[in-house]
Nanobody, 126 residues
Framework: QLQLVESGGGLVQPGGSLRLSCVAS????????IGWFRQAPGKEREAVSC????????EYADSVKDRFTISRDNAENAVYLLMSNLKPEDTSLYFCAARRNMFGLCRLDSAEYDIWGQGTQVTVSS
C-alpha cells in the first residue's frame, strides 16, 4: 500500500507554532513531488505548500507565506511543515500528499496529487 501518515497536529493559541510531520510507507519520496493541503469544515480544500522532488523548487500559498516552512528528509522518508505565528483562520485538517516527479517543478494544484494522508487536525484558538 502507498500511504502517508500525518502527525503533530493539536490545539495552539494564536501566535503559537506547530510542526507537522508526514511519513511515507510503501514507497519512497526521493522522486516524488510533495505538498501540504488543508480543509476546514464547509470550505474547499486549499493548497498550503509544495516542494519539488529535489527540494529545489518550493511554492507557498499567499496566506501562509513567511509563516510556514516546508521541508523534506528523504533519509527518513518524511515531509514536514513548520507553522509559525498561527492564526485562527489556519484552523483546518491538514493533509500531506505526493505525486510523481514534475521535472523539477511543483504546483499548488490538489488534482495533480494522487497519494494522500488521512490528515491531522490543527486548531488555533485562545
Amino acid at each position: 500500500q502507498l500511504q502517508l501518515v500525518e502527525s503533530g497536529g493539536g490545539l495552539v493559541q494564536p501566535g503559537g507554532s506547530l510542526r507537522l510531520s508526514c511519513v511515507a510507507s510503501g514507497f519512497t519520496l526521493d522522486y516524488r513531488v510533495i505538498g501540504w493541503f488543508r480543509q476546514a469544515p464547509g470550505k474547499e480544500r486549499e493548497a498550503v505548500s509544495c516542494m519539488s522532488h529535489s527540494g529545489g523548487r518550493i511554492e507557498y500559498a499567499d496566506s501562509v507565506k513567511d509563516r510556514f516552512t516546508i521541508s523534506r528528509d528523504n533519509a527518513e522518508n518524511a515531509v514536514y511543515l513548520l507553522m509559525s505565528n498561527l492564526k485562527p483562520e489556519d484552523t483546518s485538517l491538514y493533509f500531506c500528499a505526493a505525486r510523481r516527479n514534475m521535472f523539477g517543478l511543483c504546483r499548488l494544484d490538489s488534482a495533480e496529487y494522487d497519494i494522500w494522508g488521512q490528515g491531522t487536525q490543527v486548531t488555533v484558538s485562545s
